[in-house]
């Protein structure tokens, strides 16, 4: 129990940093999902963070729009899409071009941050196509699972 006061503390004052760099104005939901971000340590749906959110439980509208506004000052990126839904995650270690690679197993579905791996960016394989940003996603079973 002592340890999970600790690192509650820390979660705030880390969350309350990040918006103070950023500049943005510190409400609770945005304090809230931040802290969710950061206790994940990978990228979560909508629907995550809302179950992650625990006796905060923000409706739909509200976790949209904390995170169009932690989006707009980099603080967090869409990391991929799967299943239609875009996961969202903490953009530490980010470039404006690329961020690391994921690895979600097709198996039990979790998803993990390759933070280490940094791959070159891809030409662009067609005439007329600019690329902007690169995400590499891998699928396949983790080591649990193998
Ligand atoms: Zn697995
Ligand atoms: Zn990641």
């Known amino acids: 129990m002592h340890g999970n006061v600790i690192m509650n503390m820390n979660l705030d004052k880390q969350a309350r940093e990040m918006l103070q760099t950023a500049k943005l104005y510190r409400t609770r939901n945005r304090m ?5 971000l950061l206790k994940a340590r990978k990228p979560l749906s909508q629907e995550q963070i809302a179950q992650h959110s625990g006796k905060n439980h923000f409706n739909k509208v509200t976790i949209y729009r904390t995170l169009e506004s932690l989006l707009k000052v980099g603080l967090v990126h869409k990391a991929f899409i799967d299943k239609r839904a875009s996961h969202y995650e903490l953009a530490h270690n980010c470039t404006e071009h690329q961020c690391h690679p994921h690895f979600t197993c097709t198996n039990c579905g979790r998803t993990h941050c390759l933070k280490d791996i940094s ?8 005439k007329g196509f600019i690329i902007n940003r690169q995400q590499v996603h891998f699928e396949g079973l983790c080591p649990e699972c193998a």
């Open 32 to 36: 809230n999902i931040l802290k969710v």
């Open 119 to 126: 791959l070159p960016m891809t030409p662009s394989p067609y």
